[in-house]
């Protein structure tokens, strides 16, 4: 009800200050008002599918609308995914299940909210764009993804993957990566853990047990992120590739329904000459690596109250007793920080100097508009020769910072000391583990095809990388008294910090866009606004 208000608010105000069509909607709004007469003539200057078009309405306004009602469904739809996700570790003993279960509803409510509240998200709900209607497709797809997972032999739940799916492509072409790739790297993961042979040994001692133990036993090696290191993520990769080879029936079970997906947009591409509607010379693929360097700053920028619980123990220890006492219990809980290994720095600052040296790419449009926040960010990285590299180790402390929430611990301390002394859960007990590196793998690969091809850097392209990302951060457990029972159940303090950083950055944005207005000097007179 909160976020129905606040979106509402914020499409009147819109309403109200830019009651025309602005900028892309220039382009949207008579091609939709082309299909309300029937007349389904292309605007070559409109590069993404017509799957908004098909939502009907008319008028600026109730086009509009269709976004707001879009992203309160995806508030509705996010909390239930939150839900899917978070249900197997919220199993509690010696009565504990339901008061648990209930702290656990609050706060994924809340961090629904707050994934709704994504400035480049939220932003434009109140606009006629693609991004608002296609981000609740996508996660419509991967909810019935998560709900499906104890039948993916059901031909019908098969089906509707694929149908959602098309739907999904109807929006943006990209979505391929989320409603293909991405579900079928989890899926291949999944269906060899379940089906993987027992073995005598309990954990691999080294990497060449480890490999071994995948061709013998059909072993999928996975960790927890928190005890991951760069071996682990090198040696995940070829254990999958040993297990999948000793059983590529069961692979291709798994993923049927996501290569049909893949067929079917080959022959789009096939049969529309290239990925993009329109005009293709505006958006030629490439490929473009630094991206992916872009995309960590990102990430950090639009979740500090989450990522900077990665610096946080570190320096809580120099803080006074009071406040790193109430940060350590409202921030921290039993968060560490662990100090990235040399190879793993070593690697990235190589690689992400190569990229920035042989890769930049600076589009245009970039440069040309100085309506959109990222022209002013090239701005600065274009100001000297050298802050471009330079950039590169802010780059690997963000990606390390982004990487480190998802290592959080998920059992409170009451669950630490039941446990203690018990053997830890092999793969196929997954859903009582942290985040595997498994999940961080299969992202982050998906990520970089979603995003590498596009020469243009544009902060919605990062939209559904970090919608996934954030689904999956844990919640900070609850604090447990020294007797062990519960004191009390506390809340996570970090989803109201992120509330009240995500409304700053929304009332910023929104301020500037609707009254911050200005002309340039080859069209006096014309209102020109800030926006992402």
Known sequence: MAFAVISGA??????????????????????????????????????????????????????RLLNLEAINLTCFLTYHILRTIHKPSQKQEDGQGEPADERSSVLDAHAAVNISLFPPLFFFSALYYTDVMSTLVLLLNYYVFLKSKDDRANIWKNIVSVVLGIAALLFRQTNIFWVAVFPAGLAVVESLKKDEAASAESTPQDGNRILEKSWSYDQVYDCSVQNAGILDYMLFPLSIALAAIRKPVLVLRAVAPYLALLGL???????????????????????????????????????????????????????????????????????????????????????????????????????????????????????????????????????????????????????????????????????????????????????????????????????????IWRLHVPNLPSRCSSGGSLKKIQYDLRLVLETIWLMIINTLVGYNFLYRGFSWPSEPGKIQRFLW
């Not at 309403?15 to 082309?34: C, G």
């Not at 998802?406 to 985040?435: H, I, M, W, Y």
């Open 265 to 467: 947009f080959a022959g789009f591409v096939a049969w529309n000459g290239g990925v993009v509607l329109g005009d293709k010379s505006a958006h030629m693929a490439t490929i473009h690596v630094p991206q992916m360097l872009y995309f960590w700053p990102y990430m950090v920028f639009f979740s500090i109250p989450l990522t900077m619980s990665s610096l946080l123990p570190a320096i809580a220890q120099f803080l006074p007793g009071p406040v790193k006492a109430f940060c350590e219990d409202h921030l921290i809980r039993k968060s560490r920080t662990v100090v990235p290994g040399f190879v793993s720095s070593t690697l990235f600052m190589l690689f992400g100097l190569a990229a920035v040296h042989y890769n930049t790419i600076v589009h245009p449009y970039t440069l040309a508009d100085n309506r959109h926040y990222v022209f002013y960010t090239f701005r600065i990285l274009n100001r000297h020769l050298a802050i471009k590299y330079l950039a590169v180790p802010l780059y690997f402390i963000c990606a390390w910072m982004t990487v480190h929430p998802f290592g959080t611990e998920l059992e409170n301390e009451a669950d630490v000391k039941r446990n203690r002394g018990k053997p830890r859960p092999t793969s196929r007990d997954v859903d009582r583990q942290p985040c595997q590196i498994s999940f961080v793998m299969v992202w982050i690969v998906t990520t970089t095809l979603s995003v590498v091809t596009a020469p243009l850097v544009e902060p919605r392209y990062f939209i559904i990388p970090w919608i």
């Open 10 to 63: 914020w499409y009147r105000l819109v309403y109200e200050n830019v009651p025309d069509p602005y900028l892309d909607e220039f382009f949207h709004v008579p091609q939709a008002q082309r299909y309300c007469n029937n007349d389904y003539t292309w605007d070559p200057k409109i590069t993404t599918p017509p799957g908004l078009r098909f939502l009907r309405g008319c008028d600026t306004a109730s086009l």
